[in-house]
């Protein structure tokens, strides 16, 4: 007996020291995490009392402007008015009964477009959803068109492509999930062509059998959206384990952070937004200390310092994370073409060096350096990994996706150039050393987890924050600095409330994602190429063989 | 029980639907322009239209063949030997256009007299009048439709012979009567609208009549869960086939599953536990409701995994053993000869007969009341607005016109019976969007 309980003891204990192990390794991530084996360990059955599913609390924040509407129902009144009289003299003196009455008054549309005082001699637009019930009744007088005026909230990255075919357009969709942080759910299939080009030619995997959920239920596992900012070590033997020193990271609910918004598209409002909701959700934002001068400070523990000039660089303030813009320092402006140029190699010496005295300057900060995609951004974000011990690298490309060229290189979209540094890094054995953060062209919750398999650790959303704050854009906005965003009033609480919301729907929609594809942990996902179809991969396996394919080579006619 | 106001206000927007309907599809009115999308074009639904209150092929100004997806079936076409043939020239005799379901030497054989059957769509999600619709006109058409997972309602009983029972994750309505009715069980693993997340059926759609049925609260929203709990691999899956046997030992087994990067596994699978028909269902699938961030981006076009699968199948040796079923985003008869050429041997339909009875493909199944026509609720109100004869008659002249075309593809390719054509990506090239 006395053996047996030595077992079960010994057993309790290997346990627990497993436990403790993956915790500091990140595998496991609980609300409390214990940063040494030598510290005091608390107690397994103390940390489950503690513990607490993460859930973002959504509240509903309605726009404070119209929303576009893609419908505009049309109504002949004389031919509605034909109509009445027809079925008003038919029924007759039946009409003292309430039952044709109501008959009389009942009308051909179950959402309200004619529910207003005057019925369908005043529609209410706004209400239409397309059902083209009313045109199915009445053909000869009711009509329903597209709104001419549904793309002119936004730019074209976040129209509908096709207006005469669409019915919703990516501003459309990010408005309502800032106003309700609902996973949006429709009736019907995909309406959408076929699989164009950008995001929409990945699409993730999903198992048939193996699978968590998303509420725990039915004994399976619960999904983990948590992240960090940082490398991780590689650790060889567990006698070295218990005396190695965890290198600094941000920790993050969920695998979005916001970007840094230049003044030219931010003001105090938008920024204080961003500060309350990024420590409401437990993300981070990013923003130049000029920039939260008035901000409260207890919002201020979730930024991550943004630096773009040598002053600032030199100036030494404290902070948990910094973001150094090498190209700016170096006076390449970022989002133009001149930005590619950074990795010249006389321009790139000189950002190696300001990468080192970053390092020295700030010891103990996470140090991010924010670098823009080119073509040849794989071998050099390699070598600056190699050369300085950095935490982070944020890859950007423009607000529509598109990578950066000089002469020598191509434009393409951020997918591929993403994809090549993470496997560059994975080549030469460096891939934990850092996280990778990217951002440009990410607008929509399912460009997410696609960001994640070509590589990306952590996204960083920027254009998505203003459109959930219904910003108004003029023009293009391919960049911060071409100002194509109007910047207006609001109440930061109204601010907060709605990318509360937006992130707590993407947050879900990422459930969703992970759920269908059977993983219980974000960080699975970066770059798990196995687990997404790509449409140039998967459509010559398939249609290889058949005349005509290789000639057009699949390409949009 | 249906009070008269109710019957005076069903009779008005019946009629008028229905005429209006009518008057769309000889185009004596203007089609909307908010109608269609990239998917079901305007042409589509208008000659889906046509074909159900006709039984006949639409005229030649309409497309009635492809959408404008810029993909897939819209970009594949037939390479035909000859041209412009003329219904009215094809000797109907002369061309088999049925399909075995059962194609392992034991069991009892089933075939149906046209490729398709109709695909599982549960009480709740549509109208009670529309699933009895379907049931009636399959019976008709020698083929069958199939109950989704929201139970077996008895008005679908005098149609038994022609109704797939759905045994699905949540297991709603299931029960060991239902399975002994139904000459086929389809044991649904995932549904390509909405793969790995189970089914949806939102709150306004579990009226008491619904939750009865599912044995489920009222008013509450149900959802699926994903997968089926009690399977973590193909063994398991074996079980719940034994299961199946033991209540109803004639019964072909069909298993329903999403297409997933690993399609071919799961299908070969599937093969070994016992399954008679495979299904896949592609990610551009009809659903009552879905996550749209699902929709698009969750596992392979259909048209990608037909291929995959079947030549898997044939390397593996087991292809003439099992029926290949593929559904989702499959909306004309040249779609399903395509689906048949890329290696399937016959097709689900779902969405297509939606239209046929006046759907506008609006997507507005899922909210509120659902559908405003009837289709797609379980409104007690809306349900009756489809007649169950007038419903039923536009699904058989749907497949009855779709029947004349597959007969002209196969003249077209000198081929004499539909099976002849599955797996021949021969026939087909690889060119413009539509009718480009």
């Known amino acids: ?184 759910v429709k009736g019907m299939g995909y309406k959408g062509s076929f699989a164009d080009q950008g995001w929409d030619t990945i699409w993730t995997d999903m198992s048939e059998i193996v699978r968590p959920t998303r509420d725990g239920i039915y004994g399976r596992e619960y999904i983990s959206t948590e992240t960090f900012i940082g490398g991780r070590d590689i650790v060889s033997s567990f006698q070295t384990l218990t005396h190695q020193k965890i290198r600094r990271h941000l920790k993050l609910t969920v695998p979005i952070i916001f970007d840094f918004l230049p003044p030219q598209i931010s003001n105090k409002i938008v920024i204080e937004s961003i500060a309350k909701a990024s420590k409401e959700v437990g993300t981070y934002f990013t923003a130049t200390a000029d920039q939260v001068t008035q901000v409260r400070s207890e919002f201020l523990q979730n930024q991550i310092l943004h630096i773009s000039t040598r002053e600032d660089l030199e100036r030494k303030i404290m902070a948990d994370a910094v973001e150094i813009d090498l190209g700016s320092i170096l006076g390449l402006k970022p989002f133009e073409e001149e930005v590619a140029g950074i990795y010249r190699t006389e321009n790139w010496l000189e950002a190696m060096k300001i990468a080192e005295m970053a390092k020295d300057l700030y010891p103990n900060s996470v140090l991010i350096f924010k670098l823009p995609l080119t073509e040849s951004a794989r071998t050099k974000v390699v070598e600056l990994v190699k050369s300085v011990q950095i935490d982070g690298v944020h890859l950007y490309a423009d607000y529509h996706g598109q990578t950066f060229a000089d002469d020598f290189e191509f434009q393409e979209f951020i997918k591929d150039s993403l994809r090549r540094v993470h496997e560059c890094l994975i080549q030469e054995g460096k891939r934990d050393q850092i996280s990778i953060i990217a951002s440009g062209g990410i607008i929509l919750a399912e460009h997410v987890p696609k960001a994640m398999i070509c590589g990306a650790d952590i996204i960083a959303i920027n254009t998505t924050a203003l459109v959930a704050l219904q910003m108004k854009f003029k023009g293009e906005c391919r960049n911060p600095y071409d100002s194509g965003i109007h910047l207006d009033g609001f109440s930061t609480q109204w601010g907060k409330q709605r990318l509360v ?57 | 029980m249906i009070t008269q106001g109710l019957e005076l206000k069903v009779e008005k927007h019946s009629s008028h639907i229905n005429r209006g309907i009518d008057l769309l599809a000889q185009l004596k009115v203007q089609p909307p322009a908010a109608l269609g999308n990239y998917r079901w074009t305007p042409d589509l639904i208008i000659s889906t239209y046509y074909q159900a209150m006709t039984g006949e092929i639409p005229p030649k100004d309409l497309n009635y063949k492809t959408g404008l997806s810029n993909g897939g079936f819209d ?94 994750t949540g297991l709603f309505g299931v029960r060991e009567e239902t399975i002994r009715n139904s000459p086929i069980i389809e044991f649904k693993y995932a549904q390509g609208a909405k793969p790995g997340l189970g089914g949806h059926l939102l709150a306004d759609k579990v009226t008491t009549q619904v939750a009865k049925m599912r044995d489920s609260m009222a008013f509450s929203s149900l959802f699926s869960p994903s997968p089926f709990h009690s399977v973590y691999s193909v063994e398991d899956h074996k079980k719940h086939v034994d299961w199946i046997k033991i209540t109803n030992p004639t019964a072909l087994i069909s298993v329903k599953v999403s297409t997933p990067k690993d399609v071919e596994m799961v299908a070969i699978g599937s093969y070994f536990a016992g399954a008679n028909i495979i299904h896949i269902d592609g990610a551009f699938g009809g659903t009552g409701a879905a996550p749209e961030i699902a929709k698009k981006n969750i596992a392979m076009p259909i048209e990608y995994a037909i291929p995959k699968v079947h030549k898997y199948l044939e390397r593996e040796g087991v292809r003439d053993d099992i029926t290949l079923i593929a559904s989702g985003g499959i909306r004309t008869a040249y779609d399903v000869a395509k689906a048949i050429a890329l290696g399937a041997d016959g097709a689900v339909i779902g969405t297509a007969e939606n239209i046929a009875i006046g759907c506008t493909h609006c997507g507005n199944c899922e909210r509120g009341r659902g559908c405003q026509i009837g289709i797609a609720t379980a409104d007690p109100e809306l349900g009756y607005y489809r007649p169950v004869d007038w419903a039923a008659t536009r699904i058989v002249n749907l497949y009855q016109a779709w029947k004349k075309q597959y007969r002209i593809i196969l003249a077209g390719l000198g081929l004499k019976s539909i099976s002849e054509l599955r797996g021949r990506t021969d026939l087909l090239f690889y060119g413009g969007n539509g009718n480009e």
Request: charged share 25%.
């Open chain 1, 1 to 184: 007996m006395g053996c047996t309980l030595c077992e079960i003891s010994n057993c309790f204990l290997r346990v627990k020291f497993l436990c403790s192990l993956l915790i500091k390794q990140g595998v496991i991530l609980e609300k409390e995490e214990y940063v040494c084996l030598s510290e005091s360990k608390p107690e397994i059955a103390e940390t489950r009392t503690k513990y607490q599913r993460f859930k973002i609390k959504t509240e509903h924040a309605p726009p404070r402007r119209p929303k576009p509407f893609p419908f505009y129902p049309k109504v002949g009144k004389m031919g509605l008015f034909k109509t009445l009289l027809k079925e008003t003299l038919a029924y007759n003196f039946k009409l003292l009964k309430e039952e044709y009455r109501s008959v009389l008054l009942s009308r051909p549309c179950i959402y309200g477009v004619f529910s207003g005082p005057v019925g369908g001699f005043a529609p209410r637009r706004e209400l239409c959803t397309g059902c083209l019930r009313c045109v199915q009744e009445f053909p000869d007088f009711c009509t329903v068109e597209r709104n001419p005026e549904f793309n002119k909230f936004a730019d074209s990255y976040w129209q509908a492509k096709d207006p005469t075919k669409e019915s919703t357009s990516p501003y459309l969709l990010i408005v309502n999930e800032a106003e309700n942080g609902k996973i949006p």
């Open chain 1, 501 to 557: 919301n937006l992130l707590a729907a993407w947050h879900y929609q990422l459930l969703e994602v992970l759920s269908a594809m059977g993983m219980r942990d974000v960080r699975r996902l970066r770059g798990d190429i196995g687990r997404a179809i790509f449409k140039e991969e998967i459509e010559m396996e398939a249609f290889g063989e058949i005349k005509g394919f290789r000639t057009t080579g699949g390409k949009k006619f």
């Open chain 2, 75 to 168: 970009r594949l076409h037939f390479d035909f030997a000859e041209k412009n043939i003329d219904h009215s020239t094809v000797d109907e005799r002369s061309f088999d256009l049925s399909i075995d379901l059962n194609r392992k030497s034991s069991g009892k054989k089933i075939k149906i007299s046209q490729p398709t059957y109709g695909g599982g769509m549960s009480f709740g999600s549509i109208s009670l009048n529309f699933m009895v619709a379907r049931a009636m006109a399959a019976q008709q058409l020698n083929t069958f439709t199939c109950t989704g997972e929201g139970g077996y309602p008895e008005d679908l009983l005098p149609y038994k012979d022609n109704v797939i029972t759905q045994v699905a």
